[in-house]
């Protein structure tokens, strides 16, 4: 057994490689497929879109991440980004949109409005997605710079690399959606 690594763009799991050989663990795989080819699912409503878009042109390119493929549908998306200001009145329709995401899916908070509201401390303006749904990973900003948003990308990918492949069919990720009313 040598200490070689193998030239991929994506980093190998630890395992044992060789001349010819290369051995690993199942979970580890599976998360580093999962971690190069999510399907964002863009909810923008305000200026915090503008900036995924820029995110998306070529300058920033977020093709680079396995995250080209925009989806417009729940049900074909697994990374759901929430940006700009939600109301009150949305709020039921965003947790619509999380519930019909198939499992696993994860979310990202971009911006100062999503993540606690921004500067509209209003009663029509919700303080936060993480009132309605769980959140994995915050972006802060107002509006956030697209390489704040690819940071954002780039720790969640950190997180799906690492997270155990049966963790969302463990007790704490049940009780956790069970906090919010989802099953």
């Known amino acids: 057994m040598s200490d070689s690594k193998i030239n991929t763009n994506a980093e190998a799991p630890p395992g044992f490689a060789g001349e010819g050989f290369f051995a690993t663990k199942l979970s580890d795989v599976v998360g580093l497929a999962r971690a190069n080819s999510l399907w964002p699912l863009p909810f923008a409503t305000s200026c915090c879109g503008i900036e995924f878009m820029a995110t998306m042109a070529s300058h920033y390119d977020v093709a680079r991440f396995g995250s080209e493929r925009m989806s417009f549908s729940p049900r074909q998306a697994d990374m759901l980004l929430v940006m700009g200001t939600i ?87 049940t009780e956790l959606l069970a906090s919010y009313n989802i099953k």
């Open 87 to 173: 109301a009150k009145k949305m709020a039921p329709i965003l947790r619509q949109v999380y519930e019909q995401m198939a499992e696993p899916r994860w979310v990202i908070s971009v911006g100062a409005c999503a993540c606690s509201g921004g500067i509209f401390d209003t009663y029509s303006v919700l303080q936060g997605i993480d009132k309605v749904i769980p959140v994995d990973v915050y972006v802060p900003g107002c509006p956030p710079r697209p390489e704040q948003i690819l940071d954002g990308i780039m720790r969640l990918q950190d997180m799906v690399k690492t997270e155990s492949v049966r963790r969302r069919s463990s007790p704490e990720y």
